[in-house]
Nanobody, 124 residues
Framework: QAPLVESGGGSVQAGGSLKLSCAAS????????MGWFRQAPGKEREGVAA????????YYAASVKGRFTISQNNAKNTVYLQMASLEPEDTAMYYC?????????????????WGQGTQVTVSS
């Protein structure tokens, strides 16, 4: 198993920043691909960013590219999502996900492990 625990969510004003963390346990081969997803009320869950952990290749949704940065600290088994220039449209529950193999990073079906989520609220 690869339990995932997110933290770092909160409430900020537009233009502000937040840094989410996803602490993982279990062996590294259970998290070859790590992703961040978000889901706003009444909307589908969408992929925000992902990282292919063996090589630190990163991927971003067009809506967050240039504002969000995904990174990893292998020593701490932790993946981060640094969010800057936040907009009210970024308001959502953010989830961390892990996959045993590389796949379509945007698809939730690629991931077998999920965290409980952390809420991000951006006010205008």
């Amino acid at each position: 198993q690869a339990p995932l625990v997110e933290s770092g969510g909160g409430s900020v004003q537009a233009g502000g920043s937040l840094k989410l963390s996803c602490a993982a346990s279990g062996s590294a081969d259970t998290r070859i691909l790590m992703g961040w997803f978000r889901q706003a009320p009444g909307k589908e869950r969408e992929g925000v960013a992902a990282i292919y952990t063996p090589a630190a290749f990163t991927y971003y949704a067009a809506s967050v590219k240039g504002r969000f940065t995904i990174s990893q600290n292998n020593a701490k088994n932790t993946v981060y999502l640094q969010m800057a220039s936040l907009e009210p449209e970024d308001t959502a529950m953010y989830y961390c996900a892990a996959a045993r193999k590389y796949g379509d990073w945007r698809s939730s079906m690629s991931y077998g492990y999920w965290g409980q989520g952390t809420q991000v609220t951006v006010s205008s």
